[in-house]
C-alpha cells in the first residue's frame, strides 16, 4: 500500500502558494508516493494551478485533487485544465472530483444539488472523453455537449471520485478509476467500500480500482489529548450528510473517532490495517498534538516516512 500526504484538509490549513510549493517538494525528498491538495472554494488556491506549480519542481511524486467540486466547473472546462496540469506535472497527476456538499452548492453558490450520484454519472460521461479521445457528443439531463479538444503535448489523466456511497462506488469502479475517501474508518473501507467498487470494475471489464483512504493522523503518546484536537479540526465534517453515512457505516460519533491518532506502533498497525481491508493508498492529513506543533508534527511524519515501501 502506498502513503502520501493531504494538505489543506482541516478549519487552520490556511497555507499559502508558496507553503504548498515547499510542502510538496519536501514531500518528495522525504520519499512518500503521493501529495494531494482539496479544492475548497472557500479558502486557499485553486488545487489544480498549485499541483501545476509543485509538478514543474518535482520529478516523481505523484499528485492528486482531493477532490475539486464538479458542479461549478463545466466538464469541458475541467478536462482543458486537467490535461494541461498533467503536462506540468509531467504525467504524474491524478484528478479526484466529486459533487462536494449540498450547503455549500446551494447556500453558498446559489447552485442546484439535484441528484448528485446522476450528476456525477453524466459528468464523467462528458469529462472521460475528452480527456481520453479529446472529442465527446453526450445528451443527457445535465448536459448536452458536442466538442472537441485538442491540447499540445495532452497526457492521459487518471480520473477517480470521491465515491462513499453505493451508487457513486459503482461509477468508482466501472467509470472512474476508483474513490478517494474522507471519513471513511477501516470497517467502511473493509465491509462497505471495497467489495463495491471491486465489484463493479469485475462487472464492467475494467482494473482493479485504487481506493485512496485520507484520514487526519497524529502519532502522540497522549491519545486522548489527540482524539480532543482531531474532535476541534474535524468535528465539523460529521455535521455533512455524506460523511455522515460513512460514518454511521463505521458505527462512530465523529471525525475523532476514525482519525488514526496514538503512539508509533499504534499508528503504524492501524494503517497497515487499511491495506488488509483493500486500500491501495493511505493518504494522511498530518495534524499536531501538544504545545510544540513543530515537533508534533515532524514525530508524526517521521512514522509516515518509515511506512513508506
Known amino acids: 500500500m502506498k502513503v502520501g500526504l493531504f494538505v489543506g484538509a482541516s478549519a487552520t490549513d490556511k497555507i499559502r502558494l508558496d507553503e504548498i510549493i515547499a510542502q510538496g517538494v519536501q514531500a518528495e525528498e522525504d520519499g512518500f508516493d503521493s501529495f494531494w491538495l482539496p479544492h475548497i472554494s472557500a479558502r486557499g488556491p485553486d488545487a489544480l494551478t498549485a499541483l501545476a506549480l509543485v509538478g514543474a519542481q518535482t520529478e516523481r511524486i505523484a499528485l492528486g485533487t482531493g477532490v475539486v467540486p464538479t458542479y461549478p466547473r463545466h466538464p469541458t472546462m475541467l478536462a482543458q485544465q486537467a490535461i494541461t496540469t498533467q503536462i506540468a506535472a509531467s504525467g504524474r497527476l491524478t484528478l479526484g472530483i466529486g459533487p462536494s456538499h449540498k450547503p455549500g452548492i446551494e447556500n453558498v453558490l446559489g447552485l442546484s444539488y439535484d441528484r448528485p450520484a446522476k450528476h456525477v454519472e453524466e459528468y464523467l460521461a462528458v469529462l472521460r472523453p475528452l480527456i481520453d479521445e479529446g472529442k465527446v457528443d453526450f445528451e443527457g439531463d445535465f448536459y448536452n455537449v458536442h466538442a472537441t479538444l485538442d491540447v499540445p503535448d495532452g497526457m492521459p489523466v487518471s480520473v477517480m471520485i470521491s465515491a462513499l456511497a453505493p451508487r457513486m462506488l459503482r461509477l468508482g469502479g466501472a467509470v472512474a478509476d476508483g474513490t478517494i475517501t474522507w471519513m471513511a474508518g477501516v470497517k467502511a473501507i473493509e465491509s462497505h467500500v471495497t467489495p463495491r467498487i471491486n465489484a463493479a470494475a469485475s462487472e464492467a471489464g475494467r482494473p482493479s480500482p485504487r481506493v485512496s483512504v485520507g484520514l487526519p493522523v497524529a502519532v502522540t503518546d497522549d491519545e486522548s489529548a489527540g482524539r480532543a484536537q482531531a474532535a476541534s479540526l474535524f468535528e465539523r465534517y460529521g455535521t455533512l450528510v455524506n460523511y455522515r453515512r460513512i460514518l454511521d457505516v463505521e458505527d462512530v460519533e465523529g471525525p475523532s473517532e476514525v482519525a488514526v491518532v496514538g503512539d508509533e506502533a499504534s499508528v503504524a498497525q492501524q494503517i497497515r490495517a487499511f491495506a488488509d481491508a483493500g486500500a491501495t493508498e493511505f493518504i494522511a492529513n498530518v495534524f499536531p498534538v501538544g504545545d510544540d506543533a513543530?515537533?508534533?508534527?515532524?514525530?508524526?511524519?517521521?512514522?509516515?516516512?518509515?511506512?513508506?515501501?
Open 294 to 309: 513543530e515537533a508534533s508534527v515532524s514525530r508524526t511524519r517521521a512514522l509516515l516516512k518509515s511506512l513508506v515501501e
